[in-house]
């Protein structure tokens, strides 16, 4: 015998409905309650009180405890008249081209959205509300509010607010519904927003002063720095070109082993003599040495400003000379060798503080000793 398998059925897609949200609210009995009385309250079925509550009878007694079951509502976004269009606010957008785009005065576009806490600083994304029908302030429908209180408290006919929302129930509006009052304006708060509008842009220019004083003073200063570098520059190109010389054509040593140079060879202002050597301050008693190997041609005090002074001769008509000596360490005729102590520094002769005059003479000409040092 044949067994046929049965044949498979047909699959059907079945809808279920989503499960109902329930929610429990735990009321205390007080005197004079009845299952009836509190049921109509709540606008649920008094069986369904006493299923929930576990009670077998409808007897109550003050005191006693009852779970009463609430259907939850459905989550929906909130309702926006029929007249009034949601709008987002895209790059570069502002109020007034957003007005004028819709054919609305900056009061009707803050009026549907009093919110607004700026003219000037739209942020892209944002939602704002076009009154397209009639104008009027929108506001949001408060927790226990009624479209007959808003209506009231504006002095409106509840009629014609309802007829402006398009609304045939009242009761069906919820809270965080949007509600168009026709023909109010929010002039408050466009005034405030005017104001601030005003203190920011006088913030912004107070801003762009401090920034441009800034700027001026980095410009003054950088101004500044050039020309000094530029001082600087000209200093350094008024120094005479050294060629420096080798020992054998009669390079030298430095004669103080630290000091500072103060003046330079050659021209110094149009009211001082030529300088013919150049200085180097060091402390008094700063020993100063022999420039080069040489005999000893003049040891003591000059007439000419020198005050205690040193010559050395080199031979070949090369000649050195120190000069503010404040002590000689040598005397004439005696042969020295280059790095030798030939005296100390001091301030004699012309001389406003301790420091080594120091000359190169060739043939009797004054040369720039910077020339033959290294």
Do not use: C
Not at 340 to 346: A, D, H, K, S, T
């Amino acid at each position: 015998m044949r067994i046929l398998s049965p044949l498979p059925l047909p699959e059907r897609a079945v809808e279920v409905d989503p499960p109902v949200r329930k929610v429990w609210v735990l009321y205390t009995v007080r005197p004079g309650d009845s299952l009836a009385g509190i049921a109509a309250r709540f606008g649920v079925d008094p069986q369904h009180i006493l299923w929930s509550s576990g009670l077998e009878r409808p007897t109550l007694y003050p005191g006693q405890t009852l779970k009463i079951p609430i259907v939850a509502e459905e989550d929906r976004p909130p309702r926006i008249p029929p007249g009034v269009e949601a709008y987002r606010v895209r790059p570069g957008d502002t109020l007034e081209s957003i007005a004028r785009r819709h054919g609305l005065s900056l009061l009707d576009l803050i009026s549907a959205n009093p919110s607004l806490e700026s003219l000037d600083q739209l942020v892209a994304g944002t939602v704002l509300y076009l009154p397209k029908k009639a104008k009027g302030l929108l506001v949001s429908l408060g927790e226990g509010q009624t479209l007959l209180d808003l209506a009231g408290r504006f002095g409106l006919d509840p009629v014609q607010v309802a007829r402006a929302n398009g609304v045939k129930d009242p009761t069906e509006l919820r809270p965080g519904d949007l509600v168009l009052l026709p023909g109010v304006e929010a002039k408050t708060t466009y005034q405030r927003l005017l104001a601030k509008q005003e203190a920011e842009r006088k913030a912004r220019l107070e801003a762009e002063r401090r920034r441009q004083e800034e700027l001026r003073r980095l410009a003054e200063e950088r101004r500044r720095q050039q020309a000094l570098a530029q001082r600087q520059r000209q200093a350094q190109a008024a120094r005479p070109v050294v060629r420096r010389v080798s020992y054998q054509e009669g390079g030298m040593r430095w004669p103080l082993a630290g000091f500072r140079i103060t003046t330079y060879f050659g021209g110094r202002t149009p009211f001082q003599r030529f300088h013919t050597g150049i200085d180097l301050a060091a402390p008094a008693g700063t020993p100063i040495y022999a420039a080069k190997a040489g005999r000893v041609k003049v040891a003591g005090w000059s007439s000419f400003g020198y005050g205690f002074h040193v010559v050395l001769d080199h031979g070949g008509g090369l000649e050195t000379l120190y000069a503010h000596m404040s002590r000689i360490a040598v005397r004439a005729g005696q042969w020295v060798e280059a790095g030798e102590v030939i005296g100390y520094v001091g301030s004699t002769g012309w001389s406003t503080g301790p420091h080594l005059h120091f000359e190169v003479r060739v043939n009797g000409v004054a040369k720039n000793p910077l020339t033959y040092l290294p």
